[in-house]
T-cell receptor, first 113, second 110 residues
Framework: NAGVMQNPRHLVRRRGQEARLRCSPM?????VYWYRQLPEEGLKFMVY????????ESGMPKERFSAEFPKEGPSILRIQQVVRGDSAAYFC???????????FGPGTRLTVL | QQQVKQSPQSLIVQKGGISIINCAYE??????FPWYQQFPGKGPALLIA?????SEKKEGRFTISFNKSAKQFSLHIMDSQPGDSATYFC?????????FGTGTSLTVIP
């Protein structure tokens, strides 16, 4: 079992470009969470999704950020027109249909030049 | 509103000492309380977890103490080692709704 997979592990974008971060949940997990972490800071909740549904997006900026978890394929966190302040580590986590342990992926480190 | 409050923000402990990190929660409906350990450049890893029907859970040098009436739980690391130096996050959940503490940076001095 490969666990939660994220790619790319490192992503460099110039200001104004788009960033696409992918997350494949652990096998059997149907719930995906996205968190952002700035250096030396805690985990900031962004969005919680089930297949084809956004359950809670209260932590996601209203503009430029979007997330999806399609019926087939990985969950995608999309950041349009990136700015330097978007530079951070973005972690995906997943859990089973009835809750239980949330398991994290290794993260994608986004650097905006 | 911060659903889970974690303290201290940072902690320095001598090798062989006991590290104690505390968390408090608001919602009495929470029924699962995990702790995560994160090393620099890595994702948080599940360390140990407890449900509110027990007051203590021990796994090796790591122990969770749970006080349901006070709505508090804590992580104790016995015989702390330099390799335990990491950031620790507590969390509380009900079903698939998870809330994390702000993290504690632990440094164990040789």
């Amino acid at each position: 079992n490969a666990g939660v997979m994220q790619n790319p592990r490192h992503l460099v974008r110039r200001r104004g470009q788009e960033a696409r971060l992918r997350c494949s949940p652990m096998k059997g997990h149907s719930h995906v969470y996205w968190y952002r972490q700035l250096p030396e800071e805690g985990l900031k909740f962004m969005v919680y999704l089930q297949k084809e549904n956004i359950i809670d997006e209260s932590g996601m900026p209203k503009e430029r950020f979007s997330a999806e978890f399609p019926k087939e394929g990985p969950s995608i966190l999309r950041i349009q027109q990136v700015v330097r302040g978007d530079s951070a580590a973005y972690f995906c986590a997943s859990s089973g249909p009835t809750g239980g342990p949330v398991l994290f992926g290794p993260g994608t480190r986004l650097t905006v030049l | 509103q911060q659903q889970v409050k974690q303290s201290p923000q940072s902690l320095i402990v001598q090798k062989g000492g006991i590290s104690i990190i505390n968390c408090a929660y608001e919602n009495t409906a929470f029924d699962y309380f995990p702790w995560y350990q994160q090393f620099p450049g890595k994702g948080p890893a599940l360390l140990i977890a407890i449900r509110p029907d027990v007051s203590e859970k021990k796994e090796g040098r790591f122990t969770i103490s749970f006080n349901k009436s006070a709505k508090q739980f804590s992580l104790h690391i016995m015989d702390s080692q330099p390799g335990d130096s990491a950031t620790y996050f507590c969390a509380a959940s009900k079903g698939n709704q998870f809330y994390f503490g702000t993290g504690t940076s632990l440094t164990v001095i040789p």
